[in-house]
């Protein structure tokens, strides 16, 4: 038997100053290791000399292979497209930044050989992110776990080993505002974590700004749950009875003369700009799910590959 293969998969975008250390320290980590390995870069339509620099390291190396996208999809779907190339009897999901350490994997694989099928990273510490990001993305973890019907790990990013069976269970869920992370807990199998400090980046800047992680984390929290639905009909709920009260209150103070009748200025503005507020947020939050619903329904492919390089077609038989 040979053996047993290992995919690594890489999303970079706008990565010029980390892909040759990237690629340095996993191929490093892979030969210490001994491994049987491939290593999927997807470049995720960035301009800058990133697939210049990937194209000159996959012809020295038949190691590496690389996917292009025609333009930028997003990190979460770049990692599918490496998902969907991998031939490996596990896949490992890593940032190219350096941040989640490859030294890990070996334990990673150590773990899968013992029978997990899921081995994520969950980061214990975080170096050299600003405040904002750590205070946000620890309160976005405690949300979701909130109100997601699956059990989402906290403070796990897309740092991962899954196997084979996991990989061909995501293959099947094609949908649009991935949140890659929920996604691999909902298939369910055997997972198990492993605990590491998550570094500062080897170089260059985040690739989510805010608008990115915002996006993110609505994706997140919409595709694991309806709560937010169902918030709109308990403050509904709640502003029916409000508004009772007050209905009681004007025809009382009418019929008695309690109060004064006429007067009530502030009361009528702070109702009607409060229900107003209300409304408009019950749309909005219909509306992200609506949109999604819409995303799903023009059946678009997820992502479109511009070039591949060293990447083996012939096990491709599924549509994507
Ligand atoms: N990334 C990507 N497409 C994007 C944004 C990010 O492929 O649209 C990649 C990026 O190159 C990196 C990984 O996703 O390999 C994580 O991004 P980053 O390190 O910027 O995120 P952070 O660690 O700051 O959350
Ligand atoms: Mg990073």
């Excluded at 699956?150 to 649009?176: C, N, Q, S, Y």
């Excluded at 509904?236 to 025809?251: D, E, N, Q, R």
Aim: aromatic content about 10%.
């Amino acid at each position: 038997m040979s053996k047993k293969m290992i995919s690594i998969v890489v999303p970079m975008y706008f990565e010029e100053l980390v892909a040759e250390e990237c690629y340095r320290r996993l191929t490093e980590v892979a030969r210490k290791n001994d491994l049987n390995y491939e290593i999927i870069f997807v470049n995720d339509g960035s301009t800058d000399r990133t697939l210049e620099i990937l194209e000159s390291i996959a012809k020295v190396d038949n190691h590496v292979k690389v996917i292009s996208f025609s333009r930028n999809f997003g990190h979460q779907i770049a990692i599918t497209a490496g998902m969907d190339k991998a031939i490996g009897d596990a896949v490992v999901i890593i940032d190219a930044d350096l941040q989640d350490p490859p030294e890990l994997i070996p334990d990673m694989i150590k773990l899968w050989e013992e029978g997990y099928d899921v081995v994520y990273a969950k980061r214990k510490k975080r170096e050299g992110e600003s405040w904002f990001k750590l205070a946000t993305a620890k309160a976005f973890y405690r949300v979701l776990d909130r109100m997601s019907s699956v059990k989402i790990p906290v403070d796990t990013g897309d740092f991962r080993l899954i196997d084979r069976k996991v990989v061909e269970a995501l293959r099947k869920m094609r949908e649009h505002n991935r949140f890659v992370r929920g996604m691999v807990s909902w298939v369910g199998f055997k997972q198990t974590a492993i605990e590491f400090e998550r570094k500062e980046r080897f170089a260059g800047e985040t690739k989510y700004p805010l608008k990115k992680m915002i996006k993110f984390a609505l994706d997140g929290i919409i595709s694991f749950s309806a709560k937010p639905l169902k918030m709109v009909q308990y403050i509904g709920f709640l502003s029916i009875i409000v508004t009772f009260c007050v209905f009681i209150y004007s025809i009382v103070s009418k019929i008695f003369g309690v109060g004064n009748p006429v007067s009530g200025w502030t009361s009528i503005m702070v109702t009607i700009t409060f229900i107003g507020g209300v409304q408009l947020l019950s749309i909005g939050v219909l509306g992200e799910y609506i949109a999604r619903i819409y995303d799903e329904s023009k059946g678009r492919p997820l992502y479109i590959i511009e070039k591949e390089i060293n990447i083996d077609n012939t096990k491709d038989d599924r549509e994507k």
